[in-house]
């Protein structure tokens, strides 16, 4: 789990952890072009107590699933408003609230766990997500 605050506005992502152990990560274990959980077990979630934000588009407060397409070059992300799902395996796409794409970035440190991070400045963030030698940075701005 990881959290942020600012001023009233409360953010919660709750996910589990997988590990790399020694496997290839994307492209193998975590296929490109397909719907993943972000993370293991249940679908990684956000709870949100206001509206921010999210990649310059609005999300409005409440708790969400969250998904990702990894590909090679970026990341679709989406937000979808079951809750409750273990893993993808009932993803409905009608349920999308949002959908954008996000930049893959080689990072220098490879992450043995899958790691959600959130990094506040005021009302800045950014939303990182990490695993092996893959970063991808989702800007976040709190609207208080």
């Known amino acids: ?39 293991a077990n249940e679908a990684t979630e956000i709870t949100l107590t206001k509206d921010i934000l999210i990649n310059n588009a609005l999300l409005k407060a409440g708790t ?6 990894p590909s090679t070059e970026q990341w679709t992300i989406i937000i979808n408003s079951d809750v409750g799902l273990w893993g993808s395996y009932n993803y409905n796409q009608a349920k999308d609230v949002l959908r954008f794409d996000a930049r893959v970035q080689q990072n220098n440190e490879v992450f043995e766990p899958f790691t959600i991070r959130i990094d506040a400045r005021n009302d ?17 701005k709190f609207l208080q």
């Open 1 to 39: 789990m990881t959290t942020a605050r600012y001023k009233d506005t409360y953010i919660k992502i709750t996910y589990c952890q997988p590990h790399k152990n020694g496997r290839d990560i994307f492209g193998k274990l975590v296929p490109y072009g397909k719907v993943w959980r972000l993370g």
């Open 64 to 69: 969400y699933s969250m998904f990702a397409i």
């Open 124 to 140: 800045l963030a950014e939303l990182l997500f990490y695993w092996d030698q893959v970063k991808i940075i989702i800007p976040v």
